[in-house]
């Protein structure tokens, strides 16, 4: 009998044949994600009758034929509705793409699935971080924070949360209501590059800048010639797939800026930095939970095939029974 939540990934990458609707995690660690203890209680606030969530591990940068196992058995499996996919995003896209019967605009554009789901008898890639990662950025920003400021973001690491979020910040729709420079870090020549491409099929007029920085000191640097009220966002995955953080303890965040970490469990050192000179440099420090909540409530709707608005009562009754889960 299969259990509410349960990692069911093996060496050999066989997959056990779903009985019921089920969604699956595909992360590094997902038996320690919040979603395990979360989605149980959210399937029953939904009507999900009998859904279930399954974890597949994979380490950092698995071989393909890995993920292209994984895509096979939700592809052909009756049951199997479809996944979420963190760390492997780009990755998993890029050993599976000819699986995939449709991408989705953000999928084409950014080369990462976060999502996917079934739609009339095709698999479908979504990239959904472009819409939850500026859903979460406005849940702590000042409204028009980037307007008549001179309000710069660093984004350290180059991977795909990082693309989906300077594409939502490029947007001309935003007006003038964008950072006045994006500057992206990654210890990865080649990741750099995709996230340059990326930008380049934006043609966006925002000044960008791309720094190869293998030591945490080169963060330092960069860090230490933000404009106050300027954002330093941790897209590396330190502190969650990987122990550590992409800076020193000597680092200086601007001044009245925000500091935002992508995870919300772990060492999240990068998190202890930012609180250390909080009050000393007036640092506002959020964690990865609001994301957290729309990365996964997007991702059920687009599978489960059901509205959840990113507002309202029902994210509010969603989001409290979340926070019930958390130590």
Same mark, same amino acid.
């Given at each position: 009998?299969?259990?509410?939540?349960?990692?069911?990934?093996?060496?050999?990458?066989?997959?056990?044949?779903?009985?019921?609707?089920?969604?699956?995690?595909?992360?590094?660690?997902?038996?320690?994600?919040?979603i395990m203890k979360v989605f149980p209680k959210w399937a029953k606030a939904l009507g999900l009758s009998g859904a279930v969530i399954r974890g597949i591990d994979f380490p950092l940068h698995a071989d393909p034929p890995q993920y292209r196992r994984a895509v096979e058995?939700?592809?052909?499996?009756?049951?199997?509705?479809?996944?979420?996919?963190?760390? /492997?995003?780009?990755?998993?896209?890029?050993?599976?793409?000819?699986?995939?019967?449709?991408?989705?605009?953000?999928?084409?554009?950014?080369?990462?699935?976060?999502?996917?789901?079934?739609?009339?008898?095709?698999?479908?890639?979504?990239?959904?971080?472009?819409?939850?990662?500026?859903?979460?950025?406005?849940?702590?920003?000042?409204?028009?924070?980037?307007?008549?400021?001179?309000?710069?973001?660093?984004?350290?690491?180059?991977?795909?949360?990082?693309?989906?979020?300077?594409?939502?910040?490029?947007?001309?729709?935003?007006?003038?209501?964008?950072?006045?420079?994006?500057?992206?870090?990654?210890?990865?020549?080649?990741?750099?590059?995709?996230?340059? /491409?990326? /930008?380049?099929?934006?043609?966006?007029?925002?000044?960008?800048?791309?720094?190869?920085?293998?030591?945490?000191?080169?963060?330092?640097?960069?860090?230490?010639?933000?404009?106050?009220?300027?954002?330093?966002?941790?897209?590396?995955?330190?502190?969650?797939?990987?122990?550590?953080?992409?800076?020193?303890?000597?680092?200086?965040?601007?001044?009245?800026?925000?500091?935002?970490?992508?995870?919300?469990?772990?060492?999240?050192?990068?998190?202890?930095?930012?609180?250390?000179?909080?009050?000393?440099?007036?640092?506002?420090?959020?964690?990865?939970?609001?994301?957290?909540?729309?990365?996964?409530?997007?991702?059920?709707?687009?599978?489960? /095939?059901?509205?959840?608005?990113?507002?309202?009562?029902?994210?509010?009754?969603?989001?409290?029974?979340?926070?019930?889960?958390?130590?």
């Amino acid at each position: 009998m299969q259990t509410e939540a349960t990692v069911v990934s093996d060496p050999k990458g066989k997959y056990p044949v779903a009985t019921c609707p089920t969604l699956y995690f595909i992360g590094v660690t997902t038996g320690k994600s919040s979603i395990m203890k979360v989605f149980p209680k959210w399937a029953k606030a939904l009507g999900l009758s009998g859904a279930v969530i399954r974890g597949i591990d994979f380490p950092l940068h698995a071989d393909p034929p890995q993920y292209r196992r994984a895509v096979e058995h939700i592809k052909n499996d009756e049951h199997s509705l479809g996944a979420l996919v963190t760390t /492997h995003k780009i990755d998993l896209l890029k050993a599976c793409q000819d699986l995939f019967d449709e991408l989705d605009h953000f999928a084409k554009l950014t080369g990462e699935a976060s999502c996917i789901s079934k739609q009339g008898g095709k698999l479908v890639a979504h990239a959904k971080d472009p819409i939850t990662s500026g859903l979460s950025l406005e849940a702590f920003l000042p409204a028009g924070h980037w307007q008549n400021k001179e309000a710069e973001i660093l984004v350290l690491g180059a991977g795909g949360s990082s693309i989906a979020l300077t594409t939502y910040l490029m947007s001309p729709k935003r007006g003038d209501n964008r950072p006045a420079r994006i500057v992206v870090t990654d210890r990865s020549e080649p990741r750099l590059k995709e996230i340059f /491409h990326v /930008h380049q099929e934006l043609d966006s007029d925002i000044p960008c800048q791309y720094h190869h920085c293998p030591t945490n000191e080169d963060n330092d640097r960069l860090v230490a010639d933000l404009k106050p009220h300027s954002v330093v966002v941790n897209a590396t995955g330190l502190g969650k797939d990987a122990l550590g953080s992409p800076l020193t303890d000597n680092v200086e965040f601007p001044l009245r800026g925000f500091a935002w970490d992508f995870n919300y469990r772990g060492d999240l050192v990068f998190l202890d930095q930012a609180r250390a000179q909080k009050q000393l440099r007036n640092l506002h420090v959020e964690d990865g939970w609001i994301y957290f909540l729309h990365g996964w409530t997007q991702v059920l709707a687009e599978v489960f /095939h059901i509205d959840i608005p990113p507002i309202g009562p029902l994210f509010e009754e969603l989001s409290r029974i979340a926070a019930s889960t958390r130590n």
